[in-house]
């Protein structure tokens, strides 16, 4: 019998089948898509996140980033990384990196979807395949956190990603957060050519609408467009429990606050981590605690900008209030990596 069969074979996915191949269980991927899938998202995995990434053996070319900075047109302010530097790399290098470890590893990737799930006391049947045991990696709308009785309704407000890469040498070796009235911009180095740009807003409007909200960013995009805008949202998520039965919940499925923080890609992949050590240890029972723990300052500190950015009055707050106190921000961002 398998030991983990994973429903989603997105980065979220592909690091759990990872961790399990080297506790030296048997695991196997159930992926809808084929080759590397592009989705909206910033795009920089912070230093926790690299160093996670390292620790799996998963070998990703990107470009280093070594702080968050903070502008609102007039102001700034940055906060430099204590120790390691972030990365920012193309989702779907990221993707290919990971199928590539797994497979070195002897991860099977089967070409199909998860809807529907079988279990009893001793295992699971999905897709025509029994395991031991269930993770469900299937993304921010979750079908299987909705058919296992995990969904949960999200306070708080609707927000939405939306996501373009340009074509030219990036000018800072930070991750640039705008902030307006209307939302925050997030511009991230990938390559020694190409930079992503990410805004995040309630309004729904159109990309192009958007970027014209942030003038001094759209007099610096001199570069040609060269990938099509992708979106996502609503992004809050939340889930009753990261647990039913034999079934295990990791990455955006397991819950989500907002991407403000741009910690989605390192939190998926520790999580995965602790969620395959405690299948290892026979604990599954404490998954649900030790992610609470994991994410508790991610939560938190999310949360409260997202209060914060809900608002225009106190949006735009948030770069001066930054400036006054520059060892509380840099306290936050050190936090965050």
């Given amino acids: 019998m398998i030991d983990v069969l994973v429903a989603g074979g997105g980065p979220a996915g592909l690091a759990t089948a990872v961790h399990a191949a080297l506790a030296g269980m048997e695991a196997v991927v159930v992926e809808p898509r084929a080759g590397p899938v592009d989705k909206a998202c910033g795009e920089g995995v912070m230093p926790g996140g690299v160093a996670a990434l390292e620790a799996m053996g998963v070998e990703v070319e990107g470009h ?26 193309r989702r779907t290098r990221l993707h290919a990196a990971l199928a590539r470890r797994a497979a070195e590893l002897g991860v099977k990737t089967v070409t199909g979807k998860i809807t529907r799930v079988e279990q009893d006391r001793d295992g699971v049947r999905a ?8 993770v469900a990696a299937d993304g921010l709308h979750s ?15 609707r927000r939405y990603g939306q996501r373009r890469h340009y074509r030219m040498a990036p000018w800072t070796d930070f991750v640039e957060v705008h902030w307006s009235g209307a939302g925050e911009a997030y511009v991230t180095p ?30 610096r995009l001199r570069g040609p467009a060269v990938t099509p805008v992708l979106g996502a949202g609503p992004l809050r998520q939340a889930a009753r429990a990261r647990r039913a039965g034999r079934v295990l919940l990791v990455g955006d499925a397991a819950g989500y606050v907002d991407a403000l923080t741009g910690e989605g890609v390192s939190l998926a992949v520790r999580s995965a981590e602790l969620l395959v050590r405690c299948l290892a240890e026979d604990r599954p029972e404490d998954y649900d605690g030790a992610w609470l723990r994991l994410s508790r300052a991610h939560r938190l500190l999310t949360g409260a900008l997202v209060q914060v950015a809900r608002r225009p009055g106190t949006a ?13 921000f840099a306290g936050v961002v050190r936090i965050l990596a």
Avoid: M
């Fill in 127 to 134: 897709a025509g395949l029994r395991a031991r045991w269930l």
């Fill in 143 to 157: 079908p299987l956190r909705r058919s296992l009785g995990l969904d949960r309704p999200a306070r708080g407000p």
């Fill in 316 to 328: 735009r707050l948030v770069v001066p209030a930054a400036r006054r106190l520059p060892g509380l």
């Fill in 64 to 89: 280093a980033f070594q702080g968050i900075r903070y502008l609102d047109g007039r102001r700034e302010v940055r906060a430099a990384f204590s120790a390691a530097p972030g990365l920012g790399v």
């Fill in 190 to 219: 990938v390559a020694a050519d190409l930079i992503g740009v990410a805004i995040l807003s309630s309004v729904r409007r159109g990309y192009d609408e958007h970027l014209r909200g942030f003038p001094a960013l759209s007099r």
